[in-house]
C-alpha cells in the first residue's frame, strides 16, 4: 500500500477540490443543429445545405471542380442568442490541411458577433486531429441577445455542425444581414488560401465591411474560365459578377476564353457590371525571373481582352493589379498566396473601386 504524506494528501485534496469547483462551474450546453438557421453565402437554397452548389446539376463539371464546391468557403452561419457562451461540435472529410494554411482556416470555424453596427472577431473553433470536434468558441459574454456570424472551413467538406449555448438560453435564426447578390469567381486567392481563419478571407471580408452579400466562386487552381463554368454562373441571380480569375488559366487560354466568359454572362445579365480583376503580384517573382514574366503576360493578355469588350460593353470594368500586395514583398504567405496583411491591402485597392462601380447602378 501507497502511504501519502501530510503534504501530498492535502495537495490531492486541493486537487480534488479545484476539479469539482470547476465542473460545477461549467455550465451544461444545449447544441442545436446549424441547418435549422439561416446559412449566407449561397448563390441559391440548394442541398446539400453546406455546399456552395448543387454538383448532382451540372454534368459536364470536372470532379475536381465538383469536390471543390462541396468546400464550404464564404458560407456563414447567421444567428441570434442571448448565451453567455457558444461552443461548437462539427465534423469535417478526412483530408489534412495544407501546408500554407492553418488548420482553423483549412477546417475550423471563426466567429464575429455584431457590436456598435460593427462585426468584431469573437473567437475561433480549433479543429481536432480527428474529424469530429467540439470546441468552445467564446465564453464569459454579457447577457442579452448577440447578432453572430460564424463562418465555415475555407478548404474542407462540412458534414455537420451543432452550435451549442447555455442551456437556459435561446438560439434562433437570423435573416441574411447583408443585401444583394455579387458572385466572385475565382482561384485560390478568391477561396481564402491563405487567411489564417475563415473570416478573413476576402470576400467575407468584403461582405462584412460593405454590407453587400459576396459570394465565393473560388475554385482552387481551377479557376480557368472553361465554357461548362461560365454556363452554370451565368444564369445565377446576381446583381454583379466579379471575375477574379487570371492566376490559373495559361495565357493562352486568357486569350481564349476571356471573351466567352464575359459574353455568356451578358447573355443572362445585361447590363448588371462586370468587375474584371488583374492578377495579384507573385512574390515568387521577385527574383524568379520566369514566374514574374509569366505573370506579366496573363495581366497583359487579361487587359487586352477587357478593353476589346469594353468597346461594345458599357458595364464591363477592369481593376488593374498595380499595388494591390504593397510594394514591401511582405504580403503573401507563400510567395502566391495573399496572407492578412496582402489581403486588407487588397481590400484597400478593390473595395472603394467597386463600390464607386455599384453606385452607379444604385445597388
Not at 272 to 284: D, F, L, Y
Request: charged share 20%; aromatic share 10%; net charge neutral.
Amino acid at each position: 500500500m501507497v502511504k501519502l504524506n501530510s503534504f501530498s494528501l492535502t495537495a490531492l485534496l486541493l486537487m480534488f477540490f479545484v476539479a469539482n469547483v470547476y465542473a460545477q462551474q461549467k455550465k451544461p450546453l444545449h447544441f442545436t443543429q446549424a441547418h435549422t438557421l439561416t446559412i449566407t453565402g449561397k448563390a441559391w437554397d440548394s442541398q446539400p445545405f453546406y455546399h456552395r452548389l448543387d454538383t448532382a446539376r451540372y454534368a459536364g463539371l470536372s470532379s475536381t471542380l465538383k469536390r471543390l464546391a462541396t468546400h464550404s468557403a464564404g458560407l456563414a452561419i447567421s444567428f441570434k442568442t442571448n448565451s453567455t457562451t457558444i461552443s461548437a461540435r462539427w465534423q469535417t472529410s478526412p483530408q489534412r490541411s495544407s501546408d500554407n494554411m492553418t488548420g482553423i482556416a483549412y477546417e475550423g470555424l471563426d466567429l464575429y458577433i455584431l457590436r456598435d453596427g460593427r462585426w468584431q472577431y469573437a473567437g475561433v473553433a480549433r479543429p481536432s486531429a480527428h474529424d469530429t470536434s467540439e470546441t468552445s468558441i467564446v465564453e464569459n459574454m454579457v447577457h442579452g441577445e448577440k447578432t453572430c456570424l460564424l463562418f465555415l472551413p475555407t478548404y474542407d467538406e462540412t458534414l455537420f455542425l451543432e452550435i451549442g449555448i447555455d442551456a437556459d438560453a435561446t438560439i434562433k435564426a437570423n435573416p441574411n444581414p447583408f443585401r444583394k447578390n455579387i458572385l466572385i469567381y475565382g482561384s485560390s486567392i478568391v477561396q481564402g488560401a491563405s487567411a489564417s481563419r475563415p473570416g478573413l478571407a476576402y470576400p467575407a471580408k468584403l461582405s462584412r465591411q460593405t454590407g453587400y452579400h459576396f459570394i465565393n466562386m473560388g475554385f482552387s487552381g481551377n479557376a480557368k474560365m472553361e465554357t461548362t463554368v461560365a454556363e452554370m454562373i451565368a444564369p445565377l441571380p446576381m446583381d454583379a459578377f466579379i471575375l477574379d480569375c487570371v492566376p490559373n488559366p495559361s495565357p493562352e487560354e486568357i486569350l481564349e476564353r476571356t471573351a466567352n466568359m464575359v459574353k455568356t454572362i451578358r447573355r443572362y445579365h445585361p447590363e448588371a457590371p462586370i468587375i474584371a480583376i488583374q492578377s495579384v503580384a507573385r512574390e515568387k517573382g521577385n527574383f524568379d525571373q520566369q514566374i514574374a514574366q509569366r505573370v506579366k503576360l496573363k495581366d497583359q493578355y487579361f487587359r487586352q481582352e477587357i478593353k476589346k469588350l469594353q468597346r461594345d460593353d458599357p458595364h464591363l470594368y477592369l481593376i488593374e493589379a498595380d499595388g494591390l500586395l504593397g510594394t514591401d514583398q511582405e504580403g503573401t504567405t507563400d510567395g502566391i498566396h495573399p496572407n492578412d496583411l496582402g489581403f486588407e491591402r487588397m481590400l484597400q485597392e478593390i473595395r472603394p473601386a467597386i463600390l464607386a462601380i455599384f453606385a452607379k447602378y444604385e445597388i
